[in-house]
């Protein structure tokens, strides 16, 4: 008989061509010449190339007179631009492309892009802008604003206080307050056909901006407009080890911080009074380094699932300190800090029968610094006092444990609980040691039909080691003052849930939080805090074309504080209300002009209000502060064509704000020359017209 050789031939020598080589006969010996390898082509495995998605542009116009708007419309500029994509390219052999953008050329974009080879390697490179605004009708007389030296005019004249200077007014200068940062990153992962994964991942981020400092001579002090110039580095790699039920990474992160300006020197706008310098320096945030290694793995049965993950790492800074205008002598030229960090991270959860399952976990961080302590000559406002004060090296460790079950009772109750411990011990601080200890029970029912409810109770207790007033913290702290993260503290909370849908198209859902925090052992500071909060949320669709979502969340957090006016025990008394109330809507109508427009309208409204009431002999009011917000989208999405969309979106922000400290004049304050009022009061508007094209 006539064997015809082929690939399925081949096949089934495969397992016997070990033996078949030892006589000449093994298949790299095979006679293949008049094989028809085409013949036996996989017709119905050919993969079709593809690019779907969608890619479009915007652009807009902003009329604001307040640039804190920007913060709501993503830019800053009168007329703003906008790049939006979602991009998916698929490949011959595996290999991939995906680009995901949103709102980029406007303050607050982001891009991730993605290329590679299904199940072997991925790049990856991503992109992301964040801006906040606080004001632009910030003034100062200084000039230079933005760099680190801040000079006077040629022709200011000092006074004794600032409504003396006769040069303020005329010398001041606007400009504003915002933070920008850019982050770019850039990362690679590669995976064998094995287990083995590793990867790489670095990203820089550069933040810009001016924000408030202040610099002091004596008792005088005088708001700077403080420049940002920060670069951080960060980079991350990693090996990972992946079986049939468990994983493993050994992991390192590294940062690197750099900050273009070390000091920031200033003109005294006072008069020089009892020695004082006519110029002021001040130290800016120095450079750092971050670095740790961590080790992560996990174990998956059908039963139980234990993970765990370790990791030691250090922290340093080392800068030279700023020495000008400084007359005396120091013990070091650098601080030369150094600060370890440990953490332990434990966690299983077991499936003990179909009804009942318990998890637990242990939580272990560690924080120890290293700083050589050294004795600085202590400055007092006007000489030296001849005492000697040390560098504080504060260390922190922390325990954390947790234990719960869950257990189904039947068909659509369940109930669970568990309980939880904590304990920080802290150095050099007035209490070393503090535990928590909390208890909670939930039970959820969602038997009946078109009901789902749940209702949780947790009781909470904090005590510690004794509290004594420490020469650490501060010599002259009243006696009986406990600091709230340090007291005795009871904590009683209740929450729970609803929700419903009466019919298909309605649900409703409901939830209210109560919590009591009783500070029992406490006479000089927070002695009591209540947090009551409830949240209403509603969706119904009134036919298949038009649909209505709307919420409502309201807040009260009510505190109770005492205080001494005499070094002693209590003799004042305050009451601080803060209510928060936020609500919002959103209707939509689709498939109009035979399916091609979508109109809709969304609004959100915002109240923050707080109130203190001070009571010594008689009741005083600090006055109210609020922050009142209005935001309204009206838009219209029409499909022009298959491939092409259009939307036009109409924006509207009503803000107003009510901030005593926000509303100071340069000289209002005899001993402080101030940026001048900042509140804000403002409705703005944004209209854009975005055009979409799909591939």
């Known amino acids: 008989m006539k064997y015809k050789l082929n690939l399925i031939t081949l096949a089934l020598l495969a397992p016997a061509s070990f033996t078949a080589m030892a006589g000449g006969y093994g298949l790299a010996n095979a006679n293949t010449d008049n094989v028809k390898f085409d013949a036996w082509a996989c017709k119905g495995c050919a993969v079709a190339t593809s690019t779907t998605g969608s890619i479009g542009v915007g652009v807009g116009h902003n009329s604001q007179s307040d640039i804190k708007s920007a913060n709501a419309f993503k830019s800053d500029n009168e007329f703003a631009g906008k790049l939006d994509a979602d991009i998916n390219y698929r490949g011959t052999q595996g290999y991939r492309a995906q680009v995901d953008a949103t709102d980029i050329g406007m303050d607050n974009g982001r891009a991730d892009i993605n290329v590679g080879k299904l199940g072997t390697y991925n790049l990856n490179f991503n992109y992301r802008s964040i801006a906040s605004y606080k004001t632009n009708t910030a003034q100062t007389p200084y000039q230079g604003v933005g760099s680190s030296d801040l000079t006077l005019p040629d022709n200011w004249v000092t006074a004794g206080s600032s409504s003396q200077m006769p040069m303020l007014y005329s010398s001041l200068n606007p400009f504003e307050l915002s933070l920008k940062r850019e982050k770019t990153g850039l990362g690679i992962e590669y995976q064998t056909e094995s287990l083995f994964t590793t990867f790489v991942n670095y990203q820089r981020e550069d933040k ?329 949320n509603l969706s119904y669709m009134f036919s298949a074309d038009v649909m209505l979502n709307a919420f409502y969340n309201h807040q009260v957090i009510e505190s109770a504080q005492s205080g001494s006016s005499n070094f002693a025990t209590a003799t004042w008394q305050a009451n601080i209300e803060d209510v928060i109330d936020v609500m919002g809507a959103g209707l939509s109508y689709n498939n109009l002009m035979d399916s091609r427009l979508r109109l809709g309208l969304d609004y959100t409204y915002s109240d923050s209000d707080s109130t203190t009431q001070v009571r010594q002999g008689i009741t005083g ?29 109409y924006k509207i922000e009503k803000y107003l704000d009510n901030d005593a400290a926000n509303d100071i004049a340069p000289d209002a304050i005899w001993n402080i020359v101030g940026f001048g009022s900042n509140s804000h009061d403002y409705t703005a508007h944004m209209i854009m017209l975005s055009m979409s094209y799909k591939l």
């Open 208 to 536: 810009t901006g001016l924000k408030q400092a202040s610099g002091s001579f004596f008792n005088q002090s005088i708001m700077l407009p403080q420049p940002v110039d920060y670069t951080t580095d960060t980079l991350e790699a990693g090996i990972k080890l992946k079986g049939d039920n468990w994983f493993t990474s050994l992991n390192y992160n590294g940062s690197s911080f750099k900050n273009a300006n070390n000091q920031l020197s200033y003109d005294s706008t006072f008069n020089p009074t009892f020695g004082a310098q006519t110029r002021g320096y001040m130290s800016l945030d120095p450079d750092n380094e971050a670095h740790s290694v961590s080790l992560m793995g996990q174990f998956n049965d059908s039963v139980t699932a234990v993970s765990g993950r370790l990791m030691l790492g250090q922290m340093s800074q080392d800068q030279e300190f700023v020495t000008s205008g400084y007359g005396y002598q120091l013990p070091a030229e650098s601080l030369d800090a150094s600060v370890d960090i440990t953490g332990l991270n434990l966690k299983a959860v077991s499936r003990i029968s179909r009804t009942l399952r318990v998890n637990g976990s242990y939580d272990y961080s560690d924080r120890e610094n290293n700083t050589q302590i050294e004795q600085w000559t202590q400055i007092s406002i006007n000489n030296v006092n001849g005492q000697v004060a040390y560098n504080t090296p504060y260390d922190h460790t922390s325990h954390r444990a947790k234990l719960g079950a869950d257990y189904r009772i039947n068909y659509g109750i369940k109930l669970d609980g568990g309980y939880e411990f904590k304990r920080d011990e802290r150095s050099y601080q007035d209490r070393e040691i503090t535990d928590d200890n909390n208890l909670w029970a939930r039970i959820r029912v969602n038997s009946f039909d078109n009901w789902d409810m749940w209702v949780k109770s947790s009781f909470s207790q904090r005590d510690g080691s004794d509290y004594e007033v420490s020469e650490w913290t501060s010599k002259e702290q009243n006696q009986l003052l406990r600091k709230y993260y340090l007291a005795d503290r009871d904590r009683s909370q209740v929450e729970a849930r609803v929700s419903h849908t009466p019919i298909d198209e309605l649900t409703i859902d409901f939830g209210a939080r109560y919590a009591l925090d009783d500070y029992t052992n406490t006479e000089i500071g927070l002695t009591e805090s209540k947090d009551t909060s409830y949240d209403a």
């Open 621 to 649: 009011n600090y006055g109210d502060y609020f922050a009142k917000v209005h935001n309204v989208n009206l838009y219209a999405q029409y499909q022009a064509t298959d491939k092409m969309g259009l939307r036009l979106d």
